[in-house]
């Protein structure tokens, strides 16, 4: 077994095949090499049942290490797509390029108990239909219904694509993995898996807003299942692309304009489209956190220049400025640009909320007081030094108060 944080394999080598089973997520860190690193196999099965969410950037890796696998194998089969890789083999044009589809998981949902469930459906020539017979429910015997749309779910399987499998690997797919895998059903297998929220048992260890964004996706990734995906629409390499820049720069307003304008040209999907649109909120929040912690570390540092710019960039990403004001006016102080020092106390003294002897109030109204006096204006100065020096017994400034107050009687 191969973990490598979001996912895991299992394989078996047996002759010339490489089976491997994924399980959990497709994101930025899926790597080729620890696949190929799992045997010699020339024809390798990649079984996607277990695979819970894909992310945008996970399409992109994705997409590169198919057409990377297409060079060194002779034939990269898909069984069992879990119903995250369905929507994307339907709504990203190149997804199952350089592989075949041999069959995909169809969410199917008993109204009768609300309990749904996943049945693997075989593609063939003529590409792939609902079994004939209907599908009871395991856990109360109703007709459970298929919960997709036929027409865009089947979409991407045309009978032109089609190829037959090699004889030793379709009898591998039917002995080792039917048997392996599910139960012994010809047609038909079942398996009753509730939905079940892959993250629960890392809660505690992610940050609470990178959660919160990880839970929308995750949320999104499950709702996409139910929408509608067209047949002949889908996103562009050079689109996908182009979107990654935007992210890996920050910029994400423009990279959620090319959502907005990609849906309205009728490229992207909806469902696709509001998964990207959670990526990019995900994204910026775990930016907003990291830029901050970095703005706080270079001030430890006493790298105030370089300070102001990380502040100024986890601005421009949503934190909240008000308890930064003052941190930024340090930095400008130490920098000896008095002015903007001055500016920025203000605003962090106009805008603080909490108690007033806290650290940095006080601080705050000294040093204002401290700039007024060099700029010869005593009268606003006198005030605010009266309250460091009489109002705010805590204060370190205190006595440094006082005697600026006695130096201008
Ligand atoms: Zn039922």
């Known amino acids: 077994m191969v973990e490598n944080g979001t996912l895991r394999m299992e394989s078996v080598s047996r002759g010339p095949i490489l089976y491997v089973r994924l399980y959990g997520a497709i994101d930025e860190t899926f790597d080729v090499s620890e696949i190929l690193n799992l045997g010699e196999g020339k024809d390798l099965i990649l079984n996607l049942k277990s695979v819970t969410r894909i992310s945008s950037f996970g399409v992109r890796e994705w997409v590169k290490a198919m057409a990377r696998l297409a060079t060194i194998k002779n034939r990269v089969v898909l069984v069992d797509c879990s119903p995250v890789l369905v929507v994307n083999l339907n709504a990203v044009a190149n997804f199952s390029d350089h592989c075949d589809v041999v069959s995909i998981q169809a969410p199917y949902y008993c109204d009768a108990c609300d309990w749904d469930t996943e049945v693997t ?71 009753q898996v509730r939905r079940a929220f892959p993250w629960a048992h890392r809660w505690r260890q992610i940050p609470r807003p990178v959660l919160v964004g990880i839970a929308s996706a995750v949320a999104l990734a499950l709702l996409i299942v139910t929408l509608v995906v067209t047949k002949n629409t889908g996103i562009s390499a050079e689109a996908l692309d182009a979107y990654h820049k935007r992210l890996a720069g920050h910029d994400y307003p423009a990279a959620l304009a090319m959502v907005d304008k990609m849906q309205k040209d009728g490229t992207l ?16 929040i775990a930016a907003r956190g990291a830029t901050l912690a970095k703005a706080e570390d270079l001030f430890e540092r006493k790298q105030y220049e370089e300070a102001l710019k990380t502040f100024d960039e986890t601005i421009s990403l949503g934190t909240d400025p008000k308890p930064l004001f003052f941190t930024i006016a340090e930095c400008h102080r130490r920098l000896g640009k008095p002015d903007l020092a001055f500016k920025n106390y203000v605003l962090f003294t106009d805008s603080f909320e909490g108690d007033k002897g806290d650290k940095g109030f006080d601080d705050a109204l000294y040093w204002q007081g401290d700039y007024l006096i060099k700029q010869g204006r005593l009268e606003e100065a006198r005030p605010l030094l009266e309250r460091v020096a009489k109002e705010l017994p805590r204060s370190n400034f205190k006595r440094s108060a006082a005697r600026l107050l006695e130096s201008i009687e």
């Open 121 to 191: 459906l075989a593609i063939n020539d003529k590409g792939v239909t609902l079994p004939d017979k209907p599908v009871p429910c395991r856990r109360c015997g109703a007709n459970m219904k298929f919960d997709e749309v036929e027409q865009s779910y089947f979409g991407f399987a045309s009978p032109d694509r089609f190829r037959p499998l090699d004889p030793h690997i379709s009898d591998f797919i039917d002995s080792y993995l039917r048997a392996g895998d599910t139960e012994k059903a010809p047609t038909v297998a079942t398996t």
């Open 269 to 284: 999907p909806p469902a696709l489209g509001d998964q990207m649109r959670a990526e990019v909120e995900t994204r910026k």
